[in-house]
T-cell receptor
Framework: DADVTQTPRNRITKTGKRIMLECSQTKGHDRMYWYRQDPGLGLRLIYYSFDVKDINKGEISDGYSVSRQAQAKFSLSLESAIPNQTALYFC????????????FGPGTRLTVL | GQSLEQPSEVTAVEGAIVQINCTYQTSGFYGLSWYQQHDGGAPTFLSYNALDGLEETGRFSSFLSRSDSYGYLLLQELQMKDSASYFCASPRSGYSTLTFGKGTMLLVSP
């Protein structure tokens, strides 16, 4: 079984809809991250969490919110989706000492029409 | 601020050696990591250099020169399966999160 899972893997939605992307991990890591990837722009950090009570904004948090429901679960919400949020979204984890080595989920391909 | 620059694309033939460069500008430097990503798949960690010098892991090696703000990933005995995007990354100030370069797409031809 995969250590970091994401659901759904693909989603097509319409402008203005609320969308939640979910991430679960079995690695026992404290740290979890949400990234978006756009062609030619690399991976950009949306939000990150170092434990259940710790949530931090990344470089592109506008239009997104997150919830850390448990150590193993970290969800990303788009309150009112817009077309420029069409992207590939990745969840990642790392242990407390290992920010350099992150473990990524398989990604969610989101299309906003 | 923090930025990492790498070429957008590199091409090579099977069996050859290729070097992917990464130059960085950071307010504080905590080392350089490399990740591999096959088309649309999950990025996977390859290596991390905290200190100057060469780190070798099988066919892949990574080099860092802190005085030159420069590092590279060296891939030897290239195989078709090495066709992928490669990202350099470095921790932000406070060693909390990573900043990624925009990635280098490596195309290996027969």
């Amino acid at each position: 079984d995969a250590d970091v899972t994401q659901t759904p893997r693909n989603r097509i939605t319409k402008t203005g809809k609320r969308i939640m992307l979910e991430c679960s991990q079995t690695k026992g890591h404290d740290r979890m991250y949400w990234y978006r990837q756009d062609p030619g722009l690399g991976l950009r950090l949306i939000y990150y969490s170092f434990d259940v009570k710790d949530i931090n904004k990344g470089e592109i948090s506008d239009g997104y919110s997150v919830s850390r429901q448990a150590q193993a679960k970290f969800s990303l919400s788009l309150e009112s989706a817009i077309p420029n949020q069409t992207a590939l979204y990745f969840c990642a984890t790392s242990d407390s000492a290992g920010v350099n080595e992150q473990f990524f989920g398989p990604g969610t391909r989101l299309t906003v029409l | 601020g923090q930025s990492l620059e790498q070429p957008s694309e590199v091409t090579a033939v099977e069996g050859a050696i290729v070097q992917i460069n990464c130059t960085y500008q950071t307010s504080g430097f905590y080392g350089l990591s490399w990740y591999q990503q096959h088309d649309g798949g999950a990025p996977t960690f390859l290596s991390y250099n905290a200190l100057d010098g060469l780190e070798e892991t099988g066919r892949f090696s990574s080099f860092l020169s802190r005085s030159d703000s420069y590092g590279y990933l060296l891939l030897q005995e290239l195989q078709m399966k090495d066709s992928a995007s490669y990202f350099c990354a470095s921790p932000r100030s406070g060693y909390s999160t990573l900043t990624f370069g925009k990635g280098t797409m490596l195309l290996v031809s027969p």
